[in-house]
């Protein structure tokens, strides 16, 4: 009964790494159409029917290229760190209960923020191994903004568990039957989607990518797989964040199609926000999150801390 279980486990999760990674590549399709409309052009519309073949040829194109590396690069790190980048964030989706239960486990949330933490380290690797100043300085920037919206996520996190008083996804869908989190919480849902964006290094918040100054950041000196591997890992993280916007604050139920029309609606908010908001600066980010974003969720969380206390109280 075990190995029964261990294979039907390994299969779900192998099926549900297909579904995201295809679900990305057509997130990607999505990104090009939205910004070629925003821009008054088509986008991608050749290969295949309105180019919905477009993300594979891509795909296909970048894995076919040329794969080098920089003389004087850690070789061994160099091309650890986009492999692991793209595991991990694979490994994110283990924590979501879909139909077969897969992984879904009491501290489903708790297995989010330890394993997007480290995220980082990869970032951080992937620039330093390269022995370049331009993708030193990228991953050092990335490092940076990513370490500072961390916390104020896990404090915005913490205000919800202590509304749920639990660390397990399927009691946000339980408590959301009737009101959702977005009307209750609305600022805080707010700040969670914009910590998402800064987490995801998107538009306004593209600081490790900054082309116009870093020339690409900390992925410059990556080409062929490499570069696919941590262009499909920053995609994956996007759907993951969309989903975790929806499970968090839009009470959604796993096994209805409205859930996936949330999430659809949530990534396109993704790809809006990119399309209409200039490039953020530096400063202004990290004063964002440490003078605004972390006193507010602080304040936040003391309130509902109160609170639970003053209605445990008043019932006992």
Partial sequence: MFVFDMFLMFVSSLVLVICVLVGVAFLTLLERKVLGYIQIRKGPNKVGFVGLVQPFSDAIKLFCKEQTYPFMSNFGLYYFSPVMNLFLSLFLWMCIPFVSVNLSFNMSVLFFLS???????????????????????????????????????????????????????????????????LIVLFPLCLMFFVSGLAETNRTPFDFAEGESELVSGFNVE??????????????????????????????????????????????FLWVWVRGTLPRFRYDKLMYLAWKGYLSVSLNFLIFFFGLKIFLFVLFI
């Fill in 115 to 181: 394993v997007s933490s480290l995220g980082v380290y990869t970032v951080m690797l992937a620039g330093w191994s390269s022995n370049s100043s331009y993708s030193l300085l990228g991953s050092l920037r990335a490092v940076a903004q990513t370490i500072s919206y961390e916390v104020s996520l896990a404090l915005i996190i913490l205000s919800f568990l202590f509304l749920v008083l639990s660390v397990n996804m399927l009691d946000f869908l339980k408590y959301q039957e009737m009101v959702w989190f």
């Fill in 222 to 267: 990556y080409s062929s797989g490499g570069f696919a591997m941590i262009f499909l890992a920053e995609y994956s993280s996007i759907l993951f964040m969309s989903l975790l916007c929806s499970i968090l604050f839009l009470g959604s139920n796993l096994y209805s199609w409205l859930f996936f029309l949330k999430l659809v609606i949530i990534s």
